[in-house]
Nanobody, 119 residues
Framework: QVQLVESGGGLVQSGGSLRLSCAASGSTFSITAMGWYRQAPGKQRELVAKMSTGDSTKYADSMKGRFTISRDNTKNTVYLQMNSLKPEDTAVYYC?????????????WGRGTQVTVSS
């Protein structure tokens, strides 16, 4: 199993920046992708960005050009650099990881970190 711990959320003004971090521990060798979802009040959880093995990335259209996902394999940590933040980016951001072993496909989630963007 893999455990995920997020950090870096907070309150920022519109146009500002934040960097989220997600540290993975446990059976990190079986991770095939990591990334971020977010959920705003009253809305469904939506994909923000993900990075797969081989460093391929995927972003939601509304985040392209503003958000950048990256990782440090030596620290088993994935980052989300968020620039030009807008009030509509306010949400709880959840780190996730998916992976596969010889016997099971799995997914793991962090507890979430709040990002609030004031206008």
């Amino acid at each position: 199993q893999v455990q995920l711990v997020e950090s870096g959320g907070g309150l920022v003004q519109s146009g500002g920046s934040l960097r989220l971090s997600c540290a993975a521990s446990g059976s990190t060798f079986s991770i095939t992708a990591m990334g971020w979802y977010r959920q705003a009040p009253g809305k469904q959880r939506e994909l923000v960005a993900k990075m797969s093995t081989g460093d391929s990335t995927k972003y939601a259209d509304s985040m392209k050009g503003r958000f950048t996902i990256s990782r440090d394999n030596t620290k088993n940590t994935v980052y989300l650099q968020m620039n030009s933040l807008k009030p509509e980016d306010t949400a709880v951001y959840y780190c996730f990881a998916v992976g596969s072993t010889a016997t099971v496909d799995w997914d793991s989630w962090g507890r979430g970190t709040q990002v609030t963007v004031s206008s």
